[in-house]
């Protein structure tokens, strides 16, 4: 990853409900849908994503999560959500 990879792919998320009857995102399922996608496609190992808890699911809500990687290769991950059912798009971009 030494220059900016754009990656856009859409993954179903899990959805959770808030004790305020809203309705939130699992961060662990976003993290473990996108860490094996950027391990494939970049051919990079050893990746961790680690996205904020508590996200409110709303359909153009974004959201950044962090990313690491083997050699000290840090980046966010941009998530967008492409509905309020947990659907999102996400692009890794070097800080």
Request: hydrophobic content about 35%; some cysteine; aromatic content about 4%.
């Amino acid at each position: 990853m030494g220059r900016p990879r754009y990656l856009a792919v859409a993954a179903a998320v899990s959805l959770a409900l808030a004790a305020c009857g809203e309705s939130t995102l699992e961060a662990s399922d976003i993290e473990e849908d996108i860490t094996p996608q950027v391990e494939e496609q970049t051919g990079t190992h050893e990746v961790v994503v680690d996205c904020p808890d508590d996200i409110e699911a709303e359909e153009g809500g974004t959201f950044e999560c962090d990313l690491t990687a083997e050699g000290g290769i840090e980046a966010k991950v941009e998530i967008t959500q492409e509905d309020d059912d947990g659907n999102v798009r996400w692009r890794v971009v070097r800080p």
